[in-house]
């Protein structure tokens, strides 16, 4: 029903729901001004139910952005701890190779993140929380510490591996073990002073005689390049390895020579047999081992000396 200017909302129950003859009528009178008002409001209505759905959703993918950035933190924290741990290590053995101490790092004095927000905090403060975490990430990424760690670390192995690579490389040029491939055999004559088996004089041995049975294999003591092979009347059959600018060995009285002049040999390569060509009273190779020109004592460079039979050191 219609009236002017009002309009009247009559709501009746069911019938058949109802019980006995009664039934209710409910009456609702509006101004017809409502009917202008109306889409409007339905309008306001539904913007702010989807302004709340989406902050809702935003609220929720802020969570879940700070949980995210909240674990790589912890992460970076945990692998920050430990690259402070491999540097220490490091440190150790810089000090051992006698490197010094590694090169400053900045090491972080707080942790890197604050924590997400809880449930029972509201939309603004995820929000400030959310906004702050992305500014610690923006000033560590230009001054981040596990970085700084990193290539601190990497600087430092670096310069330990080229290190270990210079001492690998200068050991394998460094004559450090018997020139003879057998069990079987001894010193018959050391280095330094002695009396000559031919002239009974006094001389100086200027190498160490290995003696041992012939045919026995000589091999070179070091990596390096073959300076020299030849033969004469003292050390009969010989050959000379260059093996630095340092190092040079040479071996005498041999049966045979496997090698020649400008190849390239490593360390326990077999260059010739074992003889007794030359000025020699028995099977043995004649070394020697020179250090920047010098003429030193081999003994005290042959690292695999124990198995050694020492019959002479000193006439």
Same mark, same amino acid.
């Given at each position: 029903?219609?009236?002017?200017?009002?309009?009247?909302?009559?709501?009746?129950?069911?019938?058949?729901?109802? #019980?006995?003859?009664?039934?209710? /009528?409910?009456?609702?009178t509006f101004s017809k001004r409502i009917i202008y008002y109306l889409p409007p409001l339905i309008i306001l209505l539904l913007f702010f139910a989807a302004d709340g759905a989406w902050?809702?959703?935003? +609220?929720?993918?802020?969570?879940?952005?700070?949980?995210?950035?909240?674990?790589?933190?912890?992460?970076? @924290?945990?692998?920050?701890?430990?690259? !402070?741990?491999?540097?220490?290590?490091?440190?150790?053995? %810089?000090?051992?190779?006698?490197?010094?101490?590694?090169?400053?790092?900045?090491?972080?004095?707080?942790?890197?993140?604050?924590?997400?927000?809880?449930?029972?905090?509201?939309?603004?403060?995820?929000?400030?929380?959310? =906004?702050?975490? @992305?500014?610690?990430?923006?000033?560590?990424? /230009?001054?981040?510490?596990?970085?700084?760690?990193?290539?601190?670390?990497?600087?430092?192995?670096?310069?330990?591996?080229?290190?270990?690579?210079?001492?690998?490389?200068?050991?394998?040029?460094?004559?450090?073990?018997?020139?003879?491939?057998?069990?079987?055999?001894?010193?018959?004559?050391?280095?330094?002073?002695?009396?000559?088996?031919?002239?009974?004089? %006094?001389?100086?041995? &200027?190498?160490?005689?290995?003696?041992?049975?012939?045919? #026995?294999? =000589?091999? *070179?003591?070091?990596?390096? %390049?073959?300076?020299?092979?030849?033969? +004469?009347?003292?050390?009969?059959?010989?050959?000379?390895?260059?093996?630095?600018?340092? &190092? !040079?060995?040479?071996?005498?009285?041999?049966?045979?020579?496997?090698? #020649?002049?400008?190849?390239?040999?490593? $360390?326990?390569?077999?260059?010739?047999?074992?003889?007794? #060509?030359?000025? *020699?009273?028995?099977?043995?190779?004649?070394?020697?081992?020179?250090?920047?020109?010098? %003429?030193?004592?081999? &003994?005290?460079?042959?690292?695999?000396?124990? $198995? =050694?039979?020492?019959?002479?050191?000193?006439?």
């Open positions: 029903m219609i009236k002017k200017n009002l309009i009247t909302l009559m709501i009746q129950s069911d019938p058949q729901r109802t #019980t006995g003859n009664y039934s209710s /009528i409910i009456k609702l902050s809702i959703r935003n +609220n929720l993918y802020i969570k879940s952005k700070i949980s995210n950035i909240e674990t790589e933190l912890t992460s970076r @924290q945990s692998l920050l701890s430990q690259a !402070s741990e491999n540097r220490k290590e490091l440190g150790l053995i %810089r000090d051992f190779l006698g490197l010094g101490a590694c090169s400053s790092i900045i090491e972080s004095v707080e942790p890197f993140g604050r924590g997400g927000t809880g449930p029972e905090e509201n939309i603004v403060q995820a929000s400030t929380n959310f =906004i702050n975490e @992305q500014n610690t990430l923006q000033n560590i990424e /230009i001054n981040d510490p596990l970085l700084n760690q990193v290539d601190a670390l990497k600087n430092n192995v670096n310069e330990v591996f080229i290190l270990l690579s210079n001492m690998t490389e200068k050991l394998n040029h460094k004559p450090t073990v018997m020139p003879v491939k057998s069990k079987n055999l001894w010193i018959s004559s050391s280095f330094g002073w002695r009396k000559s088996p031919f002239t009974g004089l %006094r001389q100086f041995h &200027y190498g160490l005689d290995i003696s041992g049975k012939e045919g #026995t294999d =000589i091999i *070179s003591t070091a990596d390096g %390049r073959i300076e020299k092979t030849g033969s +004469n009347r003292f050390i009969g059959n010989y050959i000379k390895v260059k093996h630095d600018e340092t &190092y !040079s060995t040479t071996y005498g009285h041999l049966l045979k020579i496997n090698v #020649t002049k400008g190849m390239k040999v490593a $360390r326990g390569d077999v260059i010739g047999l074992m003889g007794s #060509t030359g000025l *020699s009273t028995g099977n043995h190779v004649h070394y020697v081992v020179t250090v920047n020109g010098k %003429r030193v004592n081999p &003994y005290d460079y042959i690292l695999n000396r124990k $198995r =050694i039979n020492i019959a002479s050191l000193v006439y």
